[in-house]
T-cell receptor
Framework: GQQVMQIPQYQHVQEGEDFTTYCNSS?????IQWYKQRPGGHPVFLIQ?????EVKKQKRLTFQFGEAKKNSSLHITATQTTDVGTYFC?????????FGTGTSLTVIP | DADVTQTPRNRITKTGKRIMLECSQT?????MYWYRQDPGLGLRLIYYSFDVKDINKGEISDGYSVSRQAQAKFSLSLESAIPNQTALYFC??????????FGPGTRLTVL
């Protein structure tokens, strides 16, 4: 069945260091979305990527969608304590979203 | 977002009991989803609906049923709860091509 793998599961960084999480799908996706979930909260939408090879930036966050539309990454430059949380990708195919397992980011001040 | 509400927010029940989780939205979206979240497994889709009376199974529908009697409401039922259904349950809404908006979640514990 459809799977979206996400690595790493956990990441601890010193404040100011960079952070990257990767998603890989077993099948081609129509689009991919990224969400952030703060501890005790619910997932909140960050961005949607639709086109092959697309790159989008939001301040210190850079999102990429692979050429084959099967993989994606989220990169945070110079992490801050406000970046703490779990980041999920969600690949859309066959009228459904398939979520990655998430990467839990801890930022050490 | 207050636009998507879930009740109850927390529930503890016993094995074999029937449980209903409610989701309501004021965003006017036609699409609604139920997910469960377990540590290390991310969010997994249980059921989704694209319109009133439209019901579709997700990845893990066994042991669950849903009802979409109105555009704004989507309820999830566990006919006979079992301990491995202990999880955090999220409802989400969406318009075609749009993002998903999640409710605050319901923490369900089945003893």
């Amino acid at each position: 069945g459809q799977q979206v793998m996400q690595i790493p599961q956990y990441q601890h960084v010193q404040e100011g260091e960079d952070f990257t999480t990767y998603c890989n799908s077993s099948t081609t996706l129509s689009n991919i979305q990224w969400y952030k979930q703060r501890p005790g909260g619910h997932p909140v939408f960050l961005i949607q990527l639709v086109k092959s090879g697309e790159v989008k930036k939001q301040k210190r966050l850079t999102f990429q969608f692979g050429e084959a539309k099967k993989n994606s990454s989220l990169h945070i430059t110079a992490t801050q304590t406000t970046d703490v949380g779990t980041y999920f990708c969600a690949g859309y195919t066959g009228n459904q979203f398939y979520f990655g397992t998430g990467t839990s980011l801890t930022v050490i001040p | 977002d207050a636009d998507v509400t879930q009740t109850p927010r927390n529930r503890i029940t016993k094995t074999g009991k029937r449980i209903m989780l409610e989701c309501s939205q004021t965003k006017g979206h036609d699409r609604m989803y139920w997910y469960r979240q377990d540590p290390g497994l991310g969010l997994r889709l249980i059921y989704y609906s694209f319109d009133v009376k439209d019901i579709n199974k997700g990845e893990i529908s066994d042991g669950y049923s849903v009802s979409r009697q109105a555009q704004a409401k989507f309820s999830l039922s566990l006919e006979s709860a079992i301990p491995n259904q202990t999880a955090l349950y999220f409802c989400a809404t969406r318009s075609d091509g749009d993002t998903q908006y999640f409710g605050p979640g319901t923490r369900l514990t089945v003893l």
